[in-house]
C-alpha cells in the first residue's frame, strides 16, 4: 500500500503553509464548451476537490483548487484560486473572549462580546467594511452601557472619559476608530485589511481593559490574604 499523498495547505489553527494528509480526491478538467464554466471562449483548465487531514492539529478541510489556461504568473507557471471550507480564520479571537472567559469577563458587556464575535466573523468572509461598521456599533455601545445615552456621540465621548475609561490620548483614538466605522456607513470607505488589523488592536485593548483586566483584578483581590491588625 502506497503511503498517502501529503500537500501544504492553511490551517487556522496551526497557520498558513502546513503539511496536510490528502485522505481523499477527485479532479476534473474542463472547458469553457462545457456548460459549467462562463468563463469566455477557448479557456480550459482543471479542479481538484481534496478532504485534507492536518499534520499538527489533525483538524479536517475541504478544499478548491483550481487552474485555468488565463491565470498564470511571470514565469509561465499556473496560478491557482483556493477554497478552503470552514475558511481559515483571518484573525483569532482573543482568549479573553471565548469559551467560559467570556461568561466570567463579560458580565456586564451586553451584546459587545456577540457583535465582536459577528466582526471576526466577518473578517474571515472578507466583508471588511461590514467589520468595520460592527467595530463603530462595539465602540458605541460600550459608551451606553458604561455611562448611559447622552444623546449625541460628542456627549456620550464626554462623559465615558469623565467615568475614566479613557485618557486624552485613548480617548483621540477613540474618535478616529468611531470616525472610520462613520466613513464606511456613509462615505464609501473601503477599508483594507491591514487598516482593521491596526483598528481591532486598539479595539481588543479597549475592551480587555474595560470589561476583562478588572473584573479578574477584582476577583483576584477576594484570594490575597488581608494585612492582620497589629
Ligand atoms: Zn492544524
Redesign the pocket.
Known amino acids: 500500500m502506497s503511503a498517502p499523498e501529503s500537500t501544504k495547505s492553511d490551517?487556522?489553527?496551526?497557520?498558513p503553509g502546513?503539511n496536510h494528509t490528502i485522505v481523499a480526491s477527485f479532479e476534473r478538467h474542463w472547458d469553457s464548451g462545457d456548460g459549467r464554466h462562463d468563463m469566455g471562449p477557448s479557456i480550459d483548465g482543471v479542479t481538484y476537490w481534496t478532504v485534507l487531514v492536518?499534520?499538527?492539529?489533525?483538524?479536517v478541510t475541504f478544499r478548491t483548487l483550481e487552474y485555468n489556461s488565463e491565470h498564470y504568473d511571470q514565469h509561465g507557471r499556473g496560478v491557482p484560486s483556493i477554497e478552503i471550507f470552514p475558511r481559515p480564520t483571518t484573525r483569532k479571537i482573543p482568549i479573553w473572549a471565548t469559551g467560559m472567559n467570556l461568561l466570567i469577563c463579560f458580565k456586564k458587556a451586553g451584546e459587545v462580546p456577540f457583535l465582536l464575535h459577528q466582526v471576526y466573523r466577518s473578517l474571515d468572509v472578507e466583508c471588511y467594511s461590514l467589520s468595520l461598521m460592527g467595530i463603530r456599533t462595539i465602540l458605541e455601545r460600550m459608551m451606553i452601557n458604561e455611562v448611559g445615552d447622552k444623546g449625541t456621540f460628542n456627549a456620550n465621548l464626554e462623559a465615558f472619559t469623565a467615568a475614566g475609561h479613557l485618557s486624552s490620548i485613548e480617548k483621540e483614538a477613540f474618535t478616529i476608530m468611531i470616525d472610520a466605522g462613520h466613513a464606511a456607513s456613509h462615505r464609501g470607505h473601503h477599508p483594507l485589511l491591514q487598516e482593521l488589523e491596526v483598528i481591532l488592536d486598539a479595539l481588543e485593548n479597549t475592551i480587555a481593559r474595560i470589561y476583562v483586566h478588572n473584573s479578574r483584578i477584582q476577583e483576584l483581590k477576594t484570594t490575597i490574604p488581608q494585612r492582620q491588625k497589629p
Open positions: 490551517c487556522s489553527v496551526c497557520g502546513k492536518c499534520g499538527g492539529c489533525d483538524g
